[in-house]
């Protein structure tokens, strides 16, 4: 099955503040992470029931080399991104902070 990928406004946010926090430590750092990430996201493009559900009905990718946590949840034929934390934040903080 194809699916259509969206990504909350939010958790772009979260990318760009996150690469640019490890841009900071270490130039091409920022980079890495991103690149982390965008191959996290085309695995779960292609497979995203592989993931267990989580909590609701959002599921959890982990990206590699890089402790941060992909929630997503899938509707139908779409994929939906809705945050991209550490896994020390609070979730209820940042669940409210979204409506979720």
């Known amino acids: 099955m194809a699916y259509r990928l969206t990504i909350h406004p939010l958790a772009k946010n979260d990318l760009v503040e996150i690469s640019t926090w490890y841009e900071n430590i270490k130039k091409g750092l920022g980079k890495r992470f991103l690149k982390s990430v ?3 996201i085309a695995i ?3 497979e995203p029931l592989l993931y267990q559900i989580r909590y609701d009905k959002t599921r959890i990718a982990v990206t590699e080399y890089f402790p941060y946590l992909i929630h997503f949840e899938v509707n139908k034929n779409e994929i939906i ?3 991209i934390i550490h896994p020390s934040r609070n979730s209820k903080v940042w669940k409210n902070q979204r409506n979720y």
């Open 38 to 40: 965008k191959k996290e």
């Open 44 to 46: 779960i493009k292609i």
């Open 81 to 83: 991104i809705k945050a």
